[in-house]
């Protein structure tokens, strides 16, 4: 419940979906707004910052930050002013964290989760063998257990998971030097003997990445997916059952909506909790 004075969380969104329409951005937007109901102390404002198509990036004034998924490849910024700029923000916002004070929680979605990890070296980011498309398990490594975004979760959790790109071969002597901890990985595929993708990166205390879409809201990507236009997109790509499989999936709470009602509001949470330490009590 919000305190009535509480001065208002400022969250920049980097929006790195290059103009391309989707559902993340409504999904976020539904947070910050209010409609997702994320129960944070505080009102909460906002600012979006189109970083792929413009070169827009925050400065360090905001109280949180999240940045969004993305269309295409992880390595498509290479020599470009986007991703120079983009880089140049993470430096900052992890060197401020390390440096000073009061910490700025920071969630990196599915693209900017890939660039993360390329950026500080976690792994290699990758092609994945086939596109994955669907409503799959998260599987906990012994470092997410305790993991605060996922506390109240099932072990494996559901969540969505769209894309062609990956990041394997974690750099364990990187990830130590950072102090970072590896949370999750995805699924088993008995019938594929490729290595299983990191799924989530806790950076430092305030920074954390996954690969997955904790935005993606069960009801609403329901509605997107049973459109005739989105429906035979799927079928065509993929197939019948594989189409069915996700609607089946998306219908059934039991399935995303835990991970939906947890982790961003979580972030959230977290974030009033070190900016507004009265609003947090």
């Known amino acids: 419940m919000q305190t009535p004075d509480a001065r208002p969380l400022r969250v920049a969104v980097l929006d790195l979906y290059n103009g391309e329409p989707n559902q993340g951005m409504r999904c976020i937007r539904d947070f910050l707004e209010g409609v997702a109901a994320p129960s944070v102390s505080a009102p909460i404002t906002y600012d979006i910052f189109d970083v792929r198509q413009h070169a827009e990036v925050p400065g360090l004034d905001y109280d949180a930050y999240i940045s969004t998924g993305g269309p295409g490849s992880p390595w498509d910024g290479l020599d470009q002013p986007w991703e120079a700029a983009y880089f140049d923000?993470?430096?900052?916002?992890?060197?401020?964290?390390?440096?000073?004070?009061?910490?700025?929680?920071?969630?990196?979605?599915c693209h900017s989760f890939q660039l993360l990890c390329r950026h500080f070296g976690v792994g290699e980011v990758t092609e994945r063998p086939a596109q994955s498309f669907g409503i799959f398990e998260v599987h906990r490594l012994s470092g997410g257990s305790e993991e605060p975004l996922f506390q109240g979760l099932p072990d494996p959790f559901y969540a969505a998971d769209f894309r062609r790109w990956q990041v394997v071969q974690p750099d364990h002597e990187r990830v130590a030097q950072l102090g970072a901890t590896l949370l999750a990985r995805e699924q088993p595929y008995p019938e594929y003997p490729y290595e299983r993708a990191l799924m989530g990166v806790r950076l430092s205390p305030e920074m954390i990445g996954v690969q997955f879409h904790p935005e993606a809201d069960p009801q609403g990507m329901l509605v997107h997916f049973r459109r005739p236009k989105q429906r035979d997109k799927v079928v065509s790509a993929f197939s019948e059952a594989r189409y069915q499989r996700l609607i089946d999936r998306l219908d059934d709470q039991q399935y995303l909506t835990p991970a939906y009602e947890t982790i961003i509001p979580t972030f959230l949470r977290r974030a009033v909790a070190a900016t507004h330490p009265v609003a947090a009590v």
Do not use: E, S, V
């Open 89 to 109: 923000w993470l430096d900052g916002l992890y060197h401020h964290n390390m440096t000073a004070a009061p910490k700025k929680h920071a969630l990196f979605i």
